[in-house]
Nanobody, 124 residues
Framework: QVYLKESGGGLVQTGDSLRLSCAASGRTFSYYTLAWFRQAPGKEREFVAGVSRGGDNTYYADSVKGRFTISKDNTKNTGYLQMNNLKPEDTAAYYC?????????????????WGQGTQVTVSS
């Protein structure tokens, strides 16, 4: 069992930056792939970014490529999502998810563990 808790969300303006954190506990974090998803009201949960167990491979949704950076510090049992040049369409609840599969996937049901989410609101 892996327990995940997100932090770092908030209300920002267009063009601002935020860094989300995902603190993990319960099992050895280095055994787990990490991903970030987001969900806006009335919309399905969508994949944002994923990072491999060791942190050396990353994968991004086209909508955030070049603006967001995902990383994973296994020594601190923490994952991060650095979000730059935020846009109003980035407004959503952001969730970190993890699984012990070595594959980074954009499919939510493939992840066994989820945090409770943190809200990001970008005003225009």
């Amino acid at each position: 069992q892996v327990y995940l808790k997100e932090s770092g969300g908030g209300l920002v303006q267009t063009g601002d930056s935020l860094r989300l954190s995902c603190a993990a506990s319960g099992r050895t974090f280095s055994y787990y792939t990490l991903a970030w998803f987001r969900q806006a009201p009335g919309k399905e949960r969508e994949f944002v970014a994923g990072v491999s167990r060791g942190g050396d491979n990353t994968y991004y949704a086209d909508s955030v490529k070049g603006r967001f950076t995902i990383s994973k510090d296994n020594t601190k049992n923490t994952g991060y999502l650095q979000m730059n040049n935020l846009k109003p369409e980035d407004t959503a609840a952001y969730y970190c998810a993890s699984d012990n599969s070595p594959m980074i996937t954009s499919i939510p049901r493939r992840y066994s563990y989820w945090g409770q989410g943190t809200q990001v609101t970008v005003s225009s």
